[in-house]
């Protein structure tokens, strides 16, 4: 098995401007982390791959994935709003940052698709295909949605789509008012202990080099707060409602599974297999939830071979 890349593609930052959320609510502008590696295709024909990272993770996760993909296309891979080099939503609305305006709410899953939607747009991307690992392909599966016109295809790894799925064990706690606080204190005090429980938490064995980079999107006092924000906004009823209303519409969809994936089971990945006309089911023998980090090659592959056939 190849040995992961430790080195983060570099990014930049991009403030999107301000908008409406589905429901009509004010979304603020908010700058986010952007990395985009590869290029764009000469012949126009390979779509740009939006991929997005669920929680505690960060773009950091595809790093692989990209460097396998850079000859194929362009990936573009930013940290969700909240998350990593992004900027955090705050609590009461107003954004952290004096030259981005203010943030209405950016915490929810929702919120996120209505600003990846903005986000294309300051990119200049009129259509692309989506990759999303955990909560990050449940946004993917809202922004397409949201913008059926602009999503060509989803590639789903472990994402929960209905509301039985979530809370997984490791978030219950966090999810406690007070609880969660004193926990995440904890590990900004105890680095060993916040290492296996950033590693439960993403459902995967990793070394101490690679958790260390999800630990510090969550050692100041602000960033653990803006955390436990998205954490405690997750609320899968808008998601399961987009998904229903995709499999009515279908589009060409790729399920992505780790065999041995103990935070979700790989029965309810053939279930959205199932659901989805179509959809097409790729399971990864021995391995686990985060596939991204574990398998990044076989990721690539499947994700370079299903795109190649659209």
Do not use: N
Not at 86 to 111: C, F, I, K, N, V
Not at 251 to 271: I, K, M, N, Q
């Amino acid at each position: 098995m190849p040995q992961p890349d430790v080195h983060p593609l570099p990014g930049r930052e991009i403030v999107v401007p301000a908008g409406a959320s589905r429901d009509g609510r004010s979304v603020g502008a908010l700058r986010l982390h952007v990395v985009e590696h590869g290029a764009p295709s000469r012949d126009g024909k390979a779509l740009p791959l939006l991929m997005l990272h669920g929680l505690p993770a960060t773009s950091y996760l595809w790093r692989d994935v990209a460097r396998d993909l850079e000859h194929d296309r362009l990936c573009v891979m930013p940290d969700l709003a909240g998350c990593g080099e992004s900027e955090r939503p705050s609590s009461s609305g107003e954004s952290s940052g004096q030259a981005t305006g203010h943030a209405s709410e950016g915490s929810r899953l929702e919120d996120q698709a209505s600003l990846l939607l903005r986000l294309l747009d300051q990119l200049g991307l009129e259509r692309v295909a989506v990759l999303g690992a955990d909560l990050g392909g449940t946004v993917a599966v809202q922004l397409a949605a949201r913008a059926r016109d602009r999503v060509a295809a989803l590639a789903l790894v472990g994402t929960p789509l209905h509301p039985l799925l979530w809370p997984t064990p490791p978030v219950v706690p966090l999810l406690v008012p007070g609880v969660g606080e004193a926990l995440l204190a904890a590990l900004r005090a105890r680095p060993r202990l916040g290492r296996r429980v950033v590693a439960r938490a993403l459902g995967a064995r990793l070394p101490d080099r690679e958790l260390d980079r999800y630990l510090a999107a969550l050692r100041s006092r602000e960033d653990a707060a803006a955390f436990l924000r998205l954490v405690r906004a997750v609320d899968l009823r808008p998601a399961e409602r987009a998904w229903e209303q995709l499999c009515a519409d279908p589009l060409p969809t790729l399920v992505l599974w780790g065999t041995e994936d103990a935070l979700r089971s790989p029965a309810y990945g053939r279930r959205l297999v199932a659901e989805m006309p179509g959809a097409i089911w790729a399971p990864v023998a021995g391995a686990g939830h985060l596939l991204p980090a574990e398998r990044p090659e076989r990721v690539a592959e499947e994700v370079a071979g299903f795109l190649a056939e659209l």
